[in-house]
């Protein structure tokens, strides 16, 4: 996350102009504590992509443990999703009430301690139970990410940052795979190898709540709610962090004033309550109604792609014919190219235009998937299999940011945690949807399917999206 060693002074603002706090945050440059923050919540998003692929990547194990029948297991494989349709809606409009921090405590505080409850699970009736509510704070978390930090972050240098911190995230999807593979075939202590994945992702996440205590609230968010003294309070503690690089004679980089990508706005209720006429409502009003429908049909989609893969990637390769340690092998270094892509994301979130990079990526995304579906033998399976969750994963960075920007302060995280929750109704459903397809067609079929999905999101993406990088975010998108 390094800077240019360059010194840009700003431009003057105009006489008798009033800065906002999100004009003065995005004239900030890359500060200490904005890679502090970064860093912190990075290694959250571990602990949530760990959790969130831990279903999946246990799916044959679980299935003989526990005897399970074709329903039982899909619903294990959908329990967690169907809470983290709750969490997205639910915590969202909590970070709007209540602030960003606070959310973030209570929705790892959930995941952390379902997942050590689920260690103990005596039959799988536990263990859905306990999945549904570790899913309620998974659920939560990606849109609070995305949401606080779309607050903080200074406009120019957003999409690289959020792409660092997601790479530090993805992360947790081999480390699960690669976990799996060591300690399925053991039983530490006597207790089965599975049970012990669970409890080290429930101390990894105690861990990050203890660091999250000390982040500080979005000063956007303060500002928007009407809690303005702590809001100045907090963007001046920020500048003088500048200030002091300056004086140190360290890297500095201050952005011109901001250019209005568009009219303001339309202004929210400034307490935190929802807004007049209800959510939903406002959704679909004209400021708001085309982003609403591409993000609602994006989200419908894109976990078809994502999830389709991360979460059935066993199940094909037990369809294809490989046992279950060597799927579980196949699998975790396929799932190296999560944090390698997220990786590969950075330096592009600013220089390509956003949804350009999604549509782009989606369409990648749809042919590594038909050449996965094809491949028999291990070279092929492994080269398309990490292919496709690289490439997933420059889409998946693209798109979390361009979702967080379409929305101003006072609504974001509850607009952006309504999508989010359509994406895990999709996600909860695929185990119904997608299985009776390996089942009855293949592989090629599967990924058929994956791929038309594929195609009609990057359609959407390309056709309703807004142009949104390096934008204000409290100004409406340009065209």
Known sequence: MSDESTKVVPAPVPEGRRLSVGDRLDRLPVLPSHRSLTGVIGVGLLFDMYENNLSGVLSKVLQADFALGGTALKLVLASAFLGQFLGAVVMGRFADRFGRRRAFLVNLALYSGASLACAFAPSVGWLVAMRFVAGIGIGAE??????????????????????WTYTIGFCGVPAVGLLAVWLVPLSPLGIAGWRWLFVLGAFGSAVVWVLRRGLFES??????????????ALTVRLEKEAEQLAASGRVVEAAPEPVPAGPAEPEEPADGSPPRGGMLRALFSAPYRRRTVMMWVFCLLSTVGYYGFGTLAPQVLAAKGFDVVQGLGYTAVSFFGYPVGSLLAAPLMDRVERKVLVAVSA?????AGLGFAFASSPGPVV?????????????SAASHVLLAEQYPTAIRAGASGIAYSLSKLTAAALPFLLLPLLDSGGASLLFTVIAGAMAVLALDVAVLGDRTTGRPVDRLPAR
């Open 142 to 163: 990606q849109s609070l990410t995305d949401s606080y930090l779309t607050d903080v972050l200074p406009a120019r240098h957003r999409g690289r940052l959020i792409a």
């Open 383 to 395: 080269v398309f299999g990490f292919a496709y969750t690289l490439i997933s994963n420059v889409f």
């Open 219 to 232: 000063p956007r968010w303060l500002a928007a709610v009407g809690r303005t003294e702590e809001a100045e």
């Open 363 to 367: 369409c990648a995304m749809a042919a």
